[in-house]
């Protein structure tokens, strides 16, 4: 069997922004996507973290099949998805489920339990004997009562909710589920509970997960690695432990000092600053280097690759490999001088008052 469930190799998807409704002038792409590759082994959770507008729900609607790609490729099983035939996209499409992060939302309020959780099977031709003993099987998973068939969302709570919707997507018995922000609208107090389910899932059925988050503090417990990413670049992938503890990039390294309790010590002291910049006007460079303590002169001109350090871990920063043994982590940074590309755009939406 192949070691990879799917794979996405250089993967780009840009959203034209047009002035008008109708025949507008185009004023730029949002680089959503911008060349990202990455595989997700069988039972593994692999994490996608980032602040929101970096692109990891378009991610996520790519390898659902819900977008096409401006370029790059996906894989399943080792085969790539371009030129598949009917049957493949369509097993490939029992194969990787998502349950989304508005628990309300995402539930059809007209339609009883056993229906929602059913339907994917019908979709896909199921008998309704079939049908009946999956939707039993799926609810026993999450842990509601068999009786919860008949029912209505409006009658659970969000934690249920999620479980329903966690039920839905197993119901095809996917090899993948694409979770994005699972637990994001949901109480702190029964957050746990849902991860925790999904991992006991996990370890019964193998499932692989591509879990979605702009907290890290949610998947350093549940993930075997996490990616990072920024205005539509991975700029970090690696174990999660490892990112959590020892983090390589100044992004990461200021999105786990956010996650860090308060009254312990982050692994590297950077505080975050300013806001992402628009996706429509990228900074040149690396696009973080406008809110980067550290960015040197190269880091506005040349756009650094995610590469692979001797470690193993991969990071896209110009701090490696020369720079990075002058930082001191466990001192605070210099403050960065917020640049044009971020107080240009607020001066010209800023009231004139
Ligand atoms: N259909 C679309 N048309 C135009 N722009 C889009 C479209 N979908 C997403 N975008 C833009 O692409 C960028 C990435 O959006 P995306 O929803 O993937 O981010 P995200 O990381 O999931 O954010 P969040 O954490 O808020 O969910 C954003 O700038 C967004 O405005
Ligand atoms: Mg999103």
Not at 9 to 37: C, E, H, Q
Not at 150 to 161: I, K, L
Not at 232 to 237: A, D, I, M, P, R
């Amino acid at each position: 069997m192949n070691s990879t469930i799917v794979e996405v190799r250089n993967l780009v998807k840009y959203f034209p922004v047009r002035t008008g409704v109708i025949m507008g002038r185009t004023l730029g792409n949002v680089k959503a996507v911008d060349d990202i590759s990455f595989a997700v082994s069988p039972g593994e959770t692999f994490a996608l973290v980032g602040e929101s507008g970096c692109g990891k729900t378009t991610v996520a609607n790519l390898i659902l099949k819900l977008l096409d790609p401006t370029s790059g490729e996906i894989f399943f099983q080792g085969k790539s998805l371009k030129g598949a035939s009917g049957a493949e996209i369509r097993e490939y499409r029992k194969s990787v489920q998502a349950v989304l992060q508005d628990p309300y939302g995402a539930l059809n309020p007209r339609m009883r339990v056993g229906h929602i959780i059913g339907e994917p099977l019908e979709v896909h031709g199921y008998s309704k004997s079939e049908r009946n003993r999956r939707v039993q099987d799926a609810l026993r998973a999450v842990g509601l009562p068999e009786t919860s068939e008949s029912q209505f969302p409006h009658e659970f709570s969000g934690g249920q909710r999620q479980r329903i919707g966690v039920a839905r997507a197993l119901t095809l018995e996917p090899t993948l589920i694409i979770l994005d922000e699972p637990v994001s609208n949901l109480d702190v107090s029964i957050r746990s509970q849902v991860l925790n389910l999904l991992k006991d899932i996990q370890d019964e059925r193998g499932i692989s997960y591509i879990l979605i988050t702009h907290d890290l503090a949610t998947v350093e417990h549940m993930s075997h690695r996490i990616a990072v990413m920024y205005l539509g670049k991975l700029v970090e992938l690696a174990g999660a432990e490892e990112v959590c503890d020892d983090p390589a990039h100044p992004y990461t390294a200021s999105l786990v000092a956010a996650a860090t309790p308060l009254g312990r010590t982050p692994p590297w002291q950077i505080p975050i600053v300013g806001e992402v910049p628009s996706a429509l006007q990228t900074p040149s460079g690396c696009a973080f280097h406008p809110r980067c303590a550290y960015a040197m002169p190269i880091c506005s001109q040349v756009i650094p690759p995610l590469t692979q350090l001797p470690n193993g871990r991969r990071v896209a920063c110009h701090l490696y490999p020369d720079h990075i043994d002058s930082i001191d982590k466990s001192a605070p940074p210099p403050a960065p001088e917020i640049e044009d590309a971020i107080t240009q755009e607020d001066t010209s939406k800023a009231d004139p008052l």
